[in-house]
Nanobody, 128 residues
Framework: QVQLVESGGGLVQAGGSLRLSCAASVRIFSNYAMGWFRQAPGREREFVATLTSSDGSTDYADSVKGRFIASRDYVKNTLFLQMNSLKPEDTAVYYC?????????????????????WGQGTQVTVSS
């Protein structure tokens, strides 16, 4: 059973930065996608970023492109999300997720349906 534990959330002023971490209890294969999603109160969980180590595939939501960077330390079983130039609309609970099967060319890795394992979430609050 894979457990994912996020950390690094907190309160930051607009324009500031935070770095989220997601530690996995076991090694996630490099060809399995991992992702970041977020959920604001009253809203559905939405895609933020996805990354697959084996082929370097990354993708970002338009709302965070150019500001957020996803990375992965395969040896330490840890996924990161560097968040820069934060805006109040980035306020949400951030979740990391891992797929349970190898990445394919036909998968939609911006969809929650591609991910089987989820962390408990970490709160990010950006004040204006």
């Amino acid at each position: 059973q894979v457990q994912l534990v996020e950390s690094g959330g907190g309160l930051v002023q607009a324009g500031g930065s935070l770095r989220l971490s997601c530690a996995a209890s076991v090694r996630i294969f490099s060809n399995y996608a991992m992702g970041w999603f977020r959920q604001a109160p009253g809203r559905e969980r939405e895609f933020v970023a996805t990354l697959t180590s084996s082929d370097g595939s990354t993708d970002y939501a338009d709302s965070v492109k150019g500001r957020f960077i996803a990375s992965r330390d395969y040896v330490k079983n840890t996924l990161f999300l560097q968040m820069n130039s934060l805006k109040p609309e980035d306020t949400a609970v951030y979740y990391c997720a891992a797929a349970a099967r190898p990445r394919t060319a036909y998968g939609n890795y911006a969809s929650t349906r591609e991910y089987y394992y989820w962390g408990q979430g970490t709160q990010v609050t950006v004040s204006s």
